[in-house]
T-cell receptor, first 116, second 106 residues
């Protein structure tokens, strides 16, 4: 079965550079979520999109932006990178399956970003 | 205080033992997820539940909505079960617990 695809899987950038992470949801999934997991930390919700519109916003820095495209893939754009942005960035996708319990999030393998 | 608390934070057991990981939460939720993360690896969704109990192979997850508590059980544990197990509750977005690092020794 198709899974959530993220690219690239690994990315090394220098401080103040920009990075773009991509997420391709499972076919027919209409919602995409982005999470950031710092070293030794819990994943933290960044932002989500439903039908190409931002549906919820978490602890996403102003230096980051994201969007969902017409084919439902999403991109997370990160500018003026800082050392603290080094983390594993997960994308998840979901599709409404009914009221109980509604939808399940399927996670991608993550993109490991290292800022030097 | 975190909205999602897991216990224990670390658990080491011998192969074959019965494992229980607990999750308590303090907010209203629409569903609770149990996730598995291997070192340096991605997250795998084990269960999503909003009531009762679910079973998949050697894994069992239960939830008590009134007590705001869920448990993940592993029967006949195996070294390949060694991973971090994360409880996450859905409050619109997912709020994650700090994870339980499980090590199963042969």
């Amino acid at each position: 079965a198709a899974g959530v695809i993220q690219s690239p899987r690994h990315l090394i950038k220098e401080k103040r550079e920009t990075a773009t992470l991509k997420c391709y949801p499972i076919p027919r999934h209409d919602t995409v979520y982005w999470y950031q997991q710092g070293p030794g930390q819990d994943p933290q919700f960044l932002i989500s999109f439903y039908e190409k519109m931002q549906s919820d916003k978490g602890s996403i820095p102003d230096r980051f932006s994201a969007q969902q495209f017409s084919d439902y893939h999403s991109e997370l754009n990160m500018s003026s990178l800082e050392l603290g942005d080094s983390a594993l960035y997960f994308c998840a996708s979901s599709y409404w399956t009914g009221p109980d319990p509604g939808y399940e999030q399927y996670f991608g393998p993550g993109t490991r970003l290292t800022v030097t | 205080k975190n909205e999602v608390e897991q216990s224990p934070q670390n658990l080491t057991a011998q192969e074959g033992e019965f494992i229980t990981i607990n999750c308590s939460y303090s907010v209203g939720i629409s569903a609770l997820h149990w996730l598995q993360q291997h070192p340096g690896g991605g997250i795998v969704s084990l269960f999503m539940l909003s009531s009762g109990k679910k079973k998949h192979g050697r894994l069992i997850a239960t939830i008590n909505i009134q007590e705001k508590h869920s448990s993940l059980h592993i029967t006949a544990s195996h070294p390949r079960d060694s991973a971090v197990y994360i409880c996450a509750v859905r409050t619109g977005k997912l709020v994650f617990g700090q994870g339980t690092r499980l090590t199963i020794n042969p």
